[in-house]
């Protein structure tokens, strides 16, 4: 499964951070009816068993929707429920590794920093990479932001999808104009609103207008 550059155009990530009167299938289907490209469930305070249970329903969702569902770190989570894909981070196993483990026809998204990890990534077949934080983010705590030229010299070295992530928001997502990406990350910017599908709507506005130059058919990069 090939991951598109349209894919990550709006890329939502979840983050329930307490039980609130939405439930998590709720406010992930506001994001989905609102127009996100790619969702990853990413819920560190579950446990195992709840986690399974959340991304069962969340996939029902976004099959619904026709939207890819990608596993924060789990790739058992991810091989049991049929998502379509994982994204790793530094500190979780390695890209080949979730190669190895998925095999050839999941998505396969990781973490870099550096113009060094970005190739590395995508050399042991990363699908696209999570580049950040570009702009000071409360929702990771140990994420350090990344400088502009940065950011532009892995979405110019790299043949795959790049989508920034950290802070982003409707205000400041314009400033990314320019540097190459192929879409946004998100997480407070829609979990944290009150209308999780207008602030999707909007952001999804702004990421099209803003990144239109990495437009295109919606073919692979590669």
């Not at 190739?119 to 699908?127: I, S």
Request: proline share 3%; with cysteine.
């Amino acid at each position: 499964m090939n991951c598109r550059r349209e894919d990550v155009l709006l890329y939502a990530v979840t983050n329930q951070t307490g039980p609130g009167e939405k439930s998590l299938a709720d406010q992930v289907e506001r994001a989905l009816r609102g127009g996100v490209t790619m969702l990853q469930l990413r819920e560190k305070t579950l446990d195992e068993e709840t986690f399974l249970a959340e991304a069962y329903r969340i996939k029902d969702l976004c099959d619904r929707y026709g939207v890819p569902l990608i596993i924060n770190d789990n790739v058992r989570i991810a091989k049991k429920t049929g998502a379509a894909g994982v994204h790793v981070g530094p500190s979780d196993m390695s890209v080949a590794d979730a190669r190895a483990f998925l095999g050839p026809d999941r998505i396969i998204g990781a973490s870099a920093r550096t113009v060094e990890q970005a190739v590395d990534a995508e050399r042991q077949g990363a699908d696209y990479l999570g580049v950040g934080a570009v702009f000071a983010t409360d929702t990771k705590q140990d994420a350090i932001k990344i400088e502009r030229r940065t950011l532009t010299e892995i979405a110019q070295t790299v043949h795959i999808p790049v989508a920034a992530i950290g802070g982003i928001t409707a205000e400041n997502l314009p400033e990314l104009a320019g540097s190459g990406i192929d879409g946004v990350a998100v997480v407070s910017a829609i979990f944290g609103q009150e209308d999780e599908e207008a602030a999707a709507q909007e952001l999804k506005r702004l990421a099209k207008e803003t990144l239109m130059h990495r437009g295109g058919s919606g073919s692979p990069k590669r």
